[in-house]
């Protein structure tokens, strides 16, 4: 099955600056990939995503690259706010089963 | 965007008992739903995808007679922790892919179980 990894499992940046949180996948086939936010004792919620069939989107201060030769794709957060602190999740996904990166604590210091 | 819900948000249960929780899919039709478990601060892990009409497909690890998945309606799952024990305390989480076209999934809020 898939497998994807995340890096790095905790993050802290200061107000203003920006955040990258990385993943790789094992399965080529895989062709969507989302990240969720997580905020604790909540469900994650989705803040963007990507088809394998683009390298990157951006939607105001989060963006997404993908490269599908090297099975790996990121989030990008600039400007970061207090409110961005939570747990990120990025996932890969092959028709409707999705699998889920180990997360990534982030915490954005006043 | 689609909703899905869970009851109860939060139960408490003794050692040796069972829990029922459910997962609906409020404005959609769901034939298939993933249940996750997660424990505190560590990420989603998929333990089983639950099929509208089949039985339920379990992620390896997994053990099927303790959690019992039942897909009873295309808009209602039901994951049932059999014989609880305080390792089983766990927040689990369901999610359902709007069908057909299957491009974002829908996560319920979660169901935080203790086991006493």
């Known amino acids: 099955g898939e497998n994807v990894e995340q890096h790095p499992s905790t993050l802290s940046v200061q107000e203003g600056d920006s955040a990258v949180i990385k993943c790789t996948y094992s399965?080529?086939?895989?062709?969507?990939f989302p990240w969720y936010k997580q905020e604790l004792g909540k469900r994650p919620q989705l803040i963007i995503d990507i088809r394998s069939n683009v390298g990157e989107k951006k939607d105001q201060r989060i963006a997404v690259t993908l490269n599908k030769t090297a099975k790996h794709f990121s989030l990008h957060i600039t400007e970061t706010q207090p409110e961005d602190s939570a747990v990120y999740f990025c996932a890969a996904s092959r028709g409707n089963q999705f699998y889920f990166g180990t997360g990534t604590s982030l915490t954005v210091i006043p | 965007g689609a909703v899905v819900s869970q009851h109860p948000s939060w139960v408490i249960c003794k050692s040796g008992t069972s829990v029922k929780i459910e997962c609906r899919s409020l404005?959609?039709?769901?034939?298939?739903m993933f249940w996750y478990r997660q424990f505190p601060k560590q990420s989603l892990m998929l333990m089983a995808t639950s099929n509208e009409g089949s039985k339920a497909t379990y992620e390896q690890g997994v053990e099927k007679d303790k959690f019992l998945i039942n897909h009873a309606s295309l808009t209602l799952s039901t994951l049932t922790v059999t014989s609880a024990h305080p390792e089983d305390s766990s927040f689990y989480i369901c999610s359902a892919p709007d069908y057909p076209a299957y491009n974002e999934q829908f996560f319920g809020p979660g169901t935080r179980l203790t086991v006493l």
């Open positions: 404005d959609f039709q769901a034939t298939t």
């Open positions: 399965d080529s086939a895989s062709n969507y």
